[in-house]
T-cell receptor, first 114, second 113 residues
Framework: AQSVTQPDIHITVSEGASLELRCNYS??????LFWYVQSPGQGLQLLLKYFSGDTLVQGIKGFEAEFKRSQSSFNLRKPSVHWSDAAEYFCAVGANFGNEKLTFGTGTRLTIIP | IAGITQAPTSQILAAGRRMTLRCTQDMRHNAMYWYRQDLGLGLRLIHYSNTAGTTGKGEVPDGYSVSRANTDDFPLTLASAVPSQTSVYFC????????????FGPGTRLTVL
């Protein structure tokens, strides 16, 4: 069965600084990978996804993520964060066949300081 | 506006009471899901439905039931609520079953006293 780990529970970044949120997965084949964002009091919104092809994936709001098979990672990055990026971020992994459901990580809460 | 609606937005419930959380989508998605979100535990799948007329158990199904009489609606019922069911509940849908992009509702915050 697949699993996903987000090792950082909480990260604090200054506005304008760069950001990297870590995601490690466990899966026997090439996974489907997702990053979702949850603003306070809201549901989850898809930031980006990786199915195949180019390992560097561009998403909404200026985010990108890179799939590294050798490291079983799918880290989320943004070159310069804005105060509005403060939210909870979830990584999810799925299988590229069958009816396997997505498995979500426990999330990383991002705080932005002025 | 296309999307997923959930009702109620929040609810305080006495233990032992029956409660149904409603979820409706207008995207004609085949698959629907119910998750609970708890601090430090992320999202855990309660039940899912791959298509109308079918349902399945997720990671934490005990104490919950679902039905899928049509494509649009996927209610979640707590037959006899307990305090450990205090959580935020999210409904989601995807075009079809499997590991596809899921679209989420705004959530229902449930408190069981």
């Amino acid at each position: 069965a697949q699993s996903v780990t987000q090792p950082d529970i909480h990260i604090t970044v200054s506005e304008g600084a760069s950001l990297e949120l870590r995601c490690n997965y466990s899966y026997g084949a090439t996974p489907y990978l997702f990053w979702y964002v949850q603003s306070p009091g809201q549901g989850l919104q898809l930031l980006l996804k990786y199915f195949s092809g180019d390992t560097l994936v561009q998403g909404i709001k200026g985010f990108e993520a890179e799939f590294k098979r050798s490291q079983s990672s799918f880290n989320l990055r943004k070159p310069s964060v804005h105060w509005s990026d403060a939210a909870e971020y979830f990584c999810a992994v799925g299988a590229n066949f069958g009816n396997e459901k997505l498995t979500f990580g426990t999330g990383t809460r991002l705080t932005i300081i002025p | 506006i296309a999307g997923i609606t959930q009702a109620p937005t929040s609810q305080i419930l006495a233990a032992g009471r029956r409660m149904t959380l409603r979820c409706t989508q207008d995207m004609r998605h085949n698959a629907m899901y119910w998750y609970r979100q708890d601090l430090g535990l992320g999202l855990r799948l309660i039940h899912y439905s791959n298509t109308a007329g079918t349902t399945g158990k997720g990671e934490v199904p005990d104490g919950y039931s679902v039905s899928r009489a049509n494509t649009d609606d996927f209610p979640l019922t707590l037959a006899s609520a307990v305090p450990s069911q205090t959580s935020v509940y999210f409904c989601a849908s995807s075009v079809r079953s499997g590991s596809h992009e899921q679209f989420f509702g705004p959530g229902t915050r449930l408190t069981v006293l």
